[in-house]
C-alpha cells in the first residue's frame, strides 16, 4: 500500500523556521518526483517546491525561493522541506506528493499519491 507521510507542522512566529519530512513507502512502480504543496483556506492548492530523484532537479514556486530548500534522503525514503523566514502568508495545509514525471511541475494533476497534510501556522 503506498503511503506518504507528513511530518514536522506547527505553529511557528514569523522569521522563524521549520523543516518538514514527507516518508514514503510501499511503491512498487518507479516514482521520479516528489513535490511539495499547499493549501490556504478558500485558496486553491500551490506547488511550492519539487525534487526529481533522477538527477536531484528542483523547482521552487517564485514565493518561497530564497527561503525554502528542498533535499531527499533515498536511503530512508524521506524528502524534506527546510523553510526559513516564514511570514504569516505561509500559513497553509502542506502536503506532499509523488509521481511520475520527467521535470518537476507545480501542478497538482501531475501527482498520483497524496499524503495527508501537515498544518503550518505562522503567527504571533
Known amino acids: 500500500q503506498v503511503q506518504l507521510v507528513e511530518s514536522g507542522g506547527g505553529l511557528v512566529q514569523p522569521g522563524g523556521s521549520l523543516t518538514l519530512s514527507c516518508a514514503a513507502s510501499g511503491f512498487t512502480t518507479d516514482y521520479s518526483a516528489i513535490g511539495w504543496f499547499r493549501q490556504a483556506p478558500g485558496k486553491e492548492r500551490e506547488g511550492v517546491s519539487c525534487?526529481?530523484?533522477?538527477?536531484?532537479?528542483?523547482y521552487y514556486a517564485g514565493s518561497v525561493e530564497g527561503r525554502f530548500t528542498i533535499s531527499r534522503d533515498n536511503a530512508k525514503n524521506t524528502v524534506y522541506l527546510q523553510m526559513n523566514s516564514l511570514k504569516p502568508e505561509d500559513t497553509a495545509a502542506y502536503y506532499c506528493?509523488?509521481?511520475?514525471?520527467?521535470?518537476?511541475?507545480?501542478?497538482?494533476?501531475?501527482?498520483?499519491?497524496w499524503g495527508q497534510g501537515t498544518q503550518v501556522t505562522v503567527s504571533s
Open positions: 506528493a509523488a509521481g511520475i514525471a520527467t521535470m518537476c511541475t507545480p501542478l497538482p494533476e501531475e501527482y498520483d499519491y
Open positions: 525534487i526529481m530523484s533522477s538527477d536531484g532537479s528542483t
